[in-house]
């Protein structure tokens, strides 16, 4: 017959004759498993932070791209007429023959 040693949150801790303590056995078990649940528990609360900050950050990705393909695109085109227009000024100062 097992002695009662002491009883917390209503899960008595029997120790049997040969000293071993299957109840504390039990409710180590479990708080390993809470432990675990809990670890899981924080590791998701951390995935969903990451997933909400990514899909705010890349959520008006869209338009700001957009806008600064065209803003560089521009800034090309501009670049280049300017290239072009020296070349042109070029050949007219040095007396290049257009034929």
């Known amino acids: 017959m097992p002695i ?3 009883t917390t949150a209503a899960i008595p801790f029997t120790t049997n004759y040969v000293g071993q303590n299957t109840q504390l056995d039990e409710f180590e078990l ?3 498993q809470i432990n675990s649940s809990t670890q899981i528990l924080k590791y ?3 995935v969903l932070l990451i997933k909400e900050i990514y899909l705010e950050a890349f959520r008006n990705l869209g338009t700001k791209f957009v806008k600064s393909y065209f803003k ?3 800034w ?3 670049a ?3 290239i072009v227009l020296y070349a042109f000024v070029f050949r007219l100062v040095t007396g ?3 034929d």
Request: hydrophobic content about 55%; overall charge positive; some cysteine.
């Open 30 to 32: 479990y708080k390993d």
């Open 96 to 98: 290049f023959a257009f």
């Open 80 to 82: 280049s007429f300017l």
């Open 44 to 46: 998701m609360k951390n």
């Open 76 to 78: 090309f085109c501009f």
């Open 72 to 74: 560089a695109f521009s």
């Open 4 to 6: 009662h040693v002491f």
